[in-house]
């Protein structure tokens, strides 16, 4: 163990993925989600009907939190122009019929467009531009039925009352919803990328750097690296999973229901099957460098395939079977459950028993990974001597 975290302390470019990369990239992520909700989203108005009731339609949009009426146009041509821009995210278009309409008694309408590349500014626009609609709708219908009382206008307009109480993402903002997988997934890829770049450096050295021992068999010397690897990354890495589930959390203000001894038991598997795994996938890589493209070309498709963007019901099945194979999957999902929903270890235990699995699976590939090293290190010391 002290070996290796000798040769991690000597390598900058290990200290870079290992401390720094796990440390303040949380920091970052936390920060920058840090608003939960976006506020005062610029939208564009195209107002045919200039009337009274339009007027006042729009007055309510632009009083929202959520939107802001920042640009009035003459048609549907300069309003795409801002939003081509990126001066408006959205456009409000009120017809000329709009007050005729309502007067008759007939439907009026109100046309949105929106711009989908963000889906927290789309979510603004159309929840507000819904909501103010339907108040407008309450407004008018309270009006044609002439009631006398405020109780009576009350039942007609809503007569099924209802309260909505979010259970889990109280806040119902992007950071609570995202970050705890972010947080998770920061972790495998920090280990895969840090263990990627020695596994390269020791490829490129012929394993030189294996220390000789002639009391031990091949086997032995194979077991005594791995645990040796496997006690350094997990003293540093144990360390990070308590920074990015525990304190992160606490400084930025997310929900966090997690019970630490529950959390520990559950990501202790977790943390072995990311070593292990790390340790297996180095195999494949030939120089120190090309880890990097690896792990970053993957970060988002693993996010993805958690299923905590994106219903996993609504994944193929293809690539479900592909996200087993990644302990990130398994831990994201329970991480959320616990984080989030006040889950307990039985809660999570299909989530549990999986990491485990993929812990005894990798540490059995791990462990023939170490042993074809020592025994290429091995044949190159004696091809060494036999020159010599």
């Known amino acids: ?16 993925f290992f401390i720094f990369l796990p440390v303040v990239y949380p920091l970052l992520y936390s920060w920058i989600y840090n608003n939960e909700t976006v506020r005062e989203v610029p939208v564009a108005l195209i107002d045919n009907s200039h009337s009274a009731m339009s007027r006042e339609f729009a007055n309510k949009v632009d009083a929202s939190p959520d939107v802001s009426v920042a640009y009035r146009c003459a048609d549907i041509e300069e309003a795409k122009n801002l ?84 259970i889990f993402n109280t806040t119902g903002g992007y950071g609570n919803f995202m970050l705890p997988g972010v947080l998770v997934l920061i972790i495998q890829q920090a280990i895969l990328l840090g263990v990627g770049m020695i596994g390269g450096t020791e490829r490129e050295m012929s394993f030189r750097n294996y220390r000789r021992n002639r009391r031990q068999t091949m086997f032995g010397k194979a077991m005594s690296t791995l645990c040796g690897k496997t006690a350094a990354y997990a003293l540093i890495f144990s360390v990070m999973l308590a920074w990015v589930t525990l304190a992160v959390p606490h400084f930025f203000g997310f929900v966090s229901l997690v019970h630490a001894a529950d959390l520990l038991l559950f990501l202790t598997p977790y943390l072995l099957a990311c070593i292990f795994f790390a340790i297996t996938f180095s195999e494949i890589v030939r120089y120190r460098e090309s880890v990097m ?62 990491l485990w699995m993929q812990a005894v699976c990798y540490a059995c590939t791990s462990a023939f990974v170490v042993w074809r090293r020592v025994k290429s ?5 004696s091809e060494d001597e036999a020159e010599a």
């Not at 975290?5 to 200290?15: P, Q, R, S």
């Not at 990644?326 to 999986?354: N, Q, W």
């Not at 290190?377 to 010391?381: F, G, K, Q, S």
Request: net charge negative; proline share 5%; glycine share 8%.
């Open 293 to 354: 493209l690896v792990v970053v070309f993957t970060s988002v498709p693993l996010l993805f395939m958690s299923g905590v963007s994106w219903p996993q019901s609504n994944i193929p099945g293809a690539w479900q079977g592909v996200s087993v194979l990644f302990p990130s999957t398994f831990c994201i999902r329970g991480f959320i459950r616990m984080s989030s929903m006040g889950a307990l270890l039985p809660d999570v235990a299909k989530e549990y028993h999986a």
């Open 83 to 166: 939003i081509g821009h990126g001066k408006a995210y959205g456009i409000i278009y009120i017809p000329y019929n709009f007050e005729e309409n309502i007067i008759r008694g007939e439907q009026a309408h109100v046309s949105v467009y929106c711009d989908m590349s963000y889906m927290l500014t789309y979510k603004a626009i159309f929840t507000t531009v819904t909501a103010v609609s339907m108040e407008t709708g309450a407004e008018i219908q309270r009006h044609l039925l002439g009631n006398k009382t405020e109780r009576e206008d009350e039942i007609a307009t809503q007569p099924l009352s209802f309260d909505e109480v979010p």
């Open 1 to 16: 163990m002290f070996t290796e975290l000798k040769a991690i302390a000597k390598d900058e470019g290990v200290l870079l």
């Open 377 to 381: 290190a091995e044949n190159t010391r």
